[in-house]
């Protein structure tokens, strides 16, 4: 067994490895995907977010690249905590608040939409409605 003060040492060596190899894991899933900042963050942290509200007007991470089409129709999710838990985790559910249509393709990574029914906010999520299959 090891003197408390070693152990530490050791679990700081062990802590410092793993951040070390998840920042170059990062790195390189920066260097692939299509090599700029824009990709990378919209695959990772942005896709499916409502970017911007304005009026009736509705701006969503979701483009091209995702095989958006004008028409389709999405739930708008609405993320909440419903409590913390082990170890200060919160736990989260997810309520189906509301329905966009798309309107426009803007590029790859964005498109424009319209509130179809419930309701939407900055920051919401969307995501396409998959047609039930017959068994």
Known sequence: MFPYFLRATHMHRN??????????????????ADATPV????????RGQIVDVDNATLVVCIGRSDGAEVGQELDVIHHRRTSIGPKGVGRFKRDTIGKIR???????HYAE???????????????????????
């Open 15 to 32: 802590l410092t490895s793993m951040l070390l190899g998840l920042s170059m894991c990062v790195i390189g899933l920066s260097a692939t």
């Open 39 to 46: 990709s990378l963050a919209h695959g990772l942290f942005m």
């Open 113 to 135: 939409a319209t509130l179809v029914s419930g309701k939407a906010s900055q920051y919401d999520t969307v995501e396409l409605i998959k047609p039930k299959q017959d068994p």
């Open 102 to 108: 798309i309107n426009a393709i803007l590029d790859d």
